[in-house]
Antibody
Framework: VQLQESGPGLVKPSQTLSLTCTVSGDSINSGTYYWTWLRQAAGKGLEFIGR???????NYNPSLKSRATISVDKSTNQFSLELTSVTAADTAVYYC?????????????????WGQGTLVTVSS | IVMTQSPLSLPVTPGEPASISCRSSQSLLHRNGYNYLSWFLQKPGQSPQLLIY???TRASGVPDRFSGSGSGTDFTLKISRVEAEDVGLYFCMQSLQTPTFGGGTKVEIK
């Protein structure tokens, strides 16, 4: 299984960050897993952004205050992230990953594998 | 849930054991008996790779020199004999609730 992030490496402040993750070696449509976005800012720890299932069920990190939207396109085996009203604090390496999440129980057994990551810089 | 790792930095000698600690602000033990704690290694220039999940289960392909232990709020990752390829940043992550990560432990060769 491999995941690959793609999207602009530079976004202006107040604009919307948009990234896509392409999955190979597994089918999002199988419905077995959730598909997740995370990020890692320089000098800061890893942060969970949110996750989505093939059926469109999702949950987000409350810390992002509803700025994040994750969507899925089963026909292309991709899922995407949009983050609105970005600031310099959103500058980070963004990762997509596969997530063994159990929505009936609210826990995740593991998150693996991760994509290689893509650096997004917020700057004018 | 706040995750706290120690030490921040760990110089190691190849062939010697190493140990990293991770503490959570709340118990990660679910009523099903599993602890929702994972360990990752992020090698320089790479993305995090899963080493251990459910506190003590090695992920596929992970060498058996890596082991995880602990329950509740206190967890440990042990490397029985460190190899040069083990250098990098080690993270713990809880996944009982919205995932949160420890700050990382940098393992480097002495």
């Amino acid at each position: 299984v491999q995941l690959q992030e793609s999207g602009p490496g530079l976004v202006k402040p107040s604009q919307t960050l948009s990234l896509t993750c392409t999955v190979s070696g597994d089918s999002i449509n199988s419905g077995t897993y959730y598909w997740t976005w995370l990020r890692q800012a320089a000098g800061k720890g890893l942060e969970f952004i949110g996750r989505i299932s093939a059926g469109g069920s999702f949950n987000y990190n409350p810390s992002l205050k509803s700025r994040a939207t994750i969507s899925v396109d089963k026909s292309t085996n991709q899922f995407s992230l949009e983050l609105t009203s970005v600031t310099a604090a959103d500058t980070a390496v963004y990762y997509c990953a596969r997530d063994d999440y159990y929505d009936s129980s609210g826990y995740s057994k593991w998150i693996d594998p991760w994509g290689q990551g893509t650096l997004v810089t917020v700057s004018s | 849930i706040v995750m706290t790792q120690s030490p921040l930095s760990l110089p190691v000698t190849p062939g010697e054991p190493a140990s990293i600690s991770c503490r959570s602000s709340q118990s990660l033990l679910h009523r099903n008996g599993y602890n929702y704690l994972s360990w990752f290694l992020q090698k320089p220039g790479q993305s995090p790779q899963l080493l251990i999940y459910l506190a003590s289960t090695r992920a596929s392909g992970v060498p058996d020199r890596f082991s995880g232990s602990g329950s509740g709020t206190d967890f440990t990752l042990k490397i029985s004999r460190v190899e040069a390829e083990d250098v990098g940043l080690y993270f713990c992550m809880q996944s009982l609730q919205t995932p949160t990560f420890g700050g990382g432990t940098k393992v480097e060769i002495k």
